[in-house]
């Protein structure tokens, strides 16, 4: 079990530019997550995939945002034109079937900070 | 909409000092309850689930439990290294869980 992968650990870039994020679920998981954390708060979901279909958008993730799984495989998060609000820690997640009583193994997240 | 409050927001013991933490939760169905640690710059590592009142679930000096509006998650003469965020999440529709804001723990000698 070699864990979720998230890569990069730390993005800087400047307002306006866009940016991409990867995550490597654990292999056997067909579920995959995206959460949002911001200091002092707990994680905030953004978005869900089953294998290569995105079944589920928070009405947090703005046009900006996209995601994508394809194969359902890895997952990249992209956000264009990059605010001061988007800085935060995002996580990625996996779970293998069984519905929602299954737990869900978190990456060490990818930190973003917007100049 | 599911909602998690946790608390207290941080906790101050010395070592061996036990206490428990408590997330008080709102859900329109319990699916589970998920009890997660985590360290500073890392993500959440998954402690326990727990699915019905009255369950229980213990792993070294933690102690999770559940009522049908609460958990508490009790720390039994507590380590250094035993420091960290705990965090508790519901699971809604489409599995996304629902996080409480945590409580930071602090264990000095």
């Known amino acids: 079990d070699t864990g979720v992968s998230q890569d990069p650990r730390h993005k800087i870039t400047k307002r306006g530019q866009n940016v991409t994020f990867r995550c490597d679920p654990i292999s056997e998981h067909n579920r995959l997550y995206w959460y949002r954390q911001t200091l002092g708060q707990g994680p905030e979901f953004l978005t869900y995939?089953?294998?290569?279909?995105?079944?589920?958008k928070s009405r947090l993730l703005s046009d900006r945002f996209s995601a994508e799984r394809p194969k359902g495989s890895f997952s990249t998060l992209e956000i264009q034109r990059t605010e001061q609000g988007d800085s935060a820690m995002y996580l990625c997640?996996?779970?293998?079937?069984?519905?929602?009583?299954?737990?869900?193994?978190f990456g060490d997240g990818t930190r973003l900070s917007i100049l | 909409e599911d909602q998690v409050t946790q608390s207290p927001e941080a906790l101050r013991l010395q070592e061996g000092e036990s206490s428990s933490l408590n997330c008080s939760y709102t859900?329109?169905?319990?699916?589970?309850l998920f009890w997660y640690r985590q360290d500073p710059g890392k993500g959440p590592e998954f402690l326990f689930t727990l699915y019905s009142a009255g369950e229980e679930k213990e792993k070294e000096r933690l102690k999770a439990t559940l009522t049908k509006k609460e958990s508490f998650l009790h720390i039994t003469a507590p380590k250094p290294e035993d420091s960290a965020t705990y965090l508790c999440?519901?699971?809604?529709?489409?599995?996304?869980?629902?996080f409480g804001t945590g409580t930071r723990l602090q264990v000095t000698l």
């Open positions: 999440a519901v699971p809604g529709a489409a599995s996304k869980l629902t």
């Open positions: 997640a996996s779970s293998p079937k069984g519905g929602g009583n299954q737990p869900q193994h």
């Open positions: 995939f089953q294998n290569e279909a995105q079944l589920e």
């Open positions: 859900v329109s169905g319990l699916r589970g």
